[in-house]
């Protein structure tokens, strides 16, 4: 099992490339509106905020099966906001 430190890493580091990804968008597509596009990284941040929650929950039984759903999550989360920036294009 993954520690604690390494998941929240990836949730870092994942969230982090999406949003910049995003910023990318919106830096060579300066002539579109740029709603959507701060959606999705309001998106990844409100991600954010609840997968460290999730992380830091200490009341958990099971930790192993705690945090492989929370990695579940972050791929399955990061995959929609993904989809969402291809979208975009």
Known sequence: MANV??????????LG????AVYVWEYSNTDKDTKKSE???????NTFDELIAKVND???DNKKAHFKSIKNELEDRGR????KLN???
Request: glycine content about 4%; aromatic content about 4%; overall charge negative.
């Open 58 to 60: 200490k009341s958990v």
């Open 5 to 14: 430190r390494d998941l929240k890493k990836d949730i870092n580091f994942v």
């Open 39 to 45: 959606a999705i990284i309001d998106e990844a941040i």
């Open 80 to 83: 929609a906001l993904i989809e």
């Open 87 to 89: 979208k975009l294009g």
């Open 17 to 20: 490339d999406i949003i910049e």
